[in-house]
């Protein structure tokens, strides 16, 4: 891998800005958001999710490019989103306790730009409640923050693992 930590966050906040998800993920990504919208005490925590999310895969993909590799969607194999659910979070789990091997090079660059990634996002949707919300509640919203970033991360992998990339 030659990008180093803030290359890699970088150049995944770009790419979330430039339409970087597949149809599927697409899909996933929608439905995430409505179901979070819905199951949060707040609606907005919601869109954080999708946020999050999205800055995870685009972490993935710039980690996939970087190491050479062209990855597309494969039309005639569309898991449905349950099935990609389970697997994306079956592979944050893991990514999450460094039970799996899913980075593609040293995971030191990648450990932090996920922790770049996470930081910019309690940053941006935390910090302006920092005096209105107790720690408890602020590391709870920390954690969601960091899964759905993993789970980002995860849900590139997703694809890869279930046949919806190639």
Do not use: N
Not at 75 to 97: F, G, K, N
Not at 117 to 128: C, G, K, P, T, W
Not at 137 to 151: D, G, P
């Amino acid at each position: 891998m030659s990008l180093d930590p803030e290359e890699l966050t970088f150049r995944a906040r770009a790419l979330a800005q430039a339409h970087p998800l597949t149809r599927l993920a697409g899909r996933y990504v929608e439905r995430s958001v409505g179901e979070q919208r819905t199951s949060q005490p707040v609606p907005e925590i919601g869109i954080w999710a999708g946020g999050a999310l999205i800055d995870g895969y685009c972490l993935r993909r710039v980690e996939e490019d970087d190491a050479g590799l062209t990855l597309g969607a494969v039309d005639d194999h569309q898991p449905d989103l349950e099935d990609l659910e389970a697997e994306a979070t079956r592979i944050a789990a893991e990514v999450r306790t460094g039970a799996g091997d899913y980075l593609l090079a040293d995971d030191g660059p990648i450990v932090a730009a996920l922790d770049r990634l996470v930081a910019a996002q309690v940053d941006r949707r935390l910090e302006h409640w920092r005096d209105s919300i107790d720690d408890k509640a602020w590391a709870e919203l920390e954690e969601y923050l960091t899964w759905w970033v993993v789970k980002g991360y995860a849900l590139r992998i997703a694809e890869t693992t279930t046949g919806a990339v190639a």
